[in-house]
């Protein structure tokens, strides 16, 4: 599988980068 | 052997439940951007017709 | 105990690769959403000035 072990724990930062720029402050 | 195994058991079940629980924040987070989509597709037909 | 064991790593070995699979393809839905909504939110901004 490509995901490696940092990537896919990189993905919650990715979440919170999303949900801020959408308008939810609130992570 | 056993000994040797075990470590390796507890670090797959842990990477199991973070695993588990970044998915739920993924879904989590897909469910709150559809929403976020939904209301501004909605206002852009009101908008529209305005 | 240790065959007994085994088929727990294996099972949980398997299960880790299935939500990995997932997981990247909830980031790749992810990504192409946000693509989308800021195309759509430039378009507003587009809109709105016009």
Known sequence: SSVSN????QGRQM???????I????T | RIN??????REIRQ??????ASLEDHQRAL???MHKYREHMH???L???V
């Open chain 1, 23 to 26: 308008g939810y402050t609130d």
């Open chain 1, 15 to 21: 979440l919170r980068q999303y949900l801020q720029e």
């Open chain 2, 31 to 33: 469910e709150l951007i």
């Open chain 2, 15 to 20: 990477e199991n439940r973070e695993l588990k």
């Open chain 2, 47 to 49: 908008n529209s017709k």
């Open chain 2, 4 to 9: 040797q195994q075990n470590p390796s058991i």
């Open chain 2, 43 to 45: 206002h852009k037909i």
């Open chain 1, 6 to 9: 940092t990537t896919w724990r």
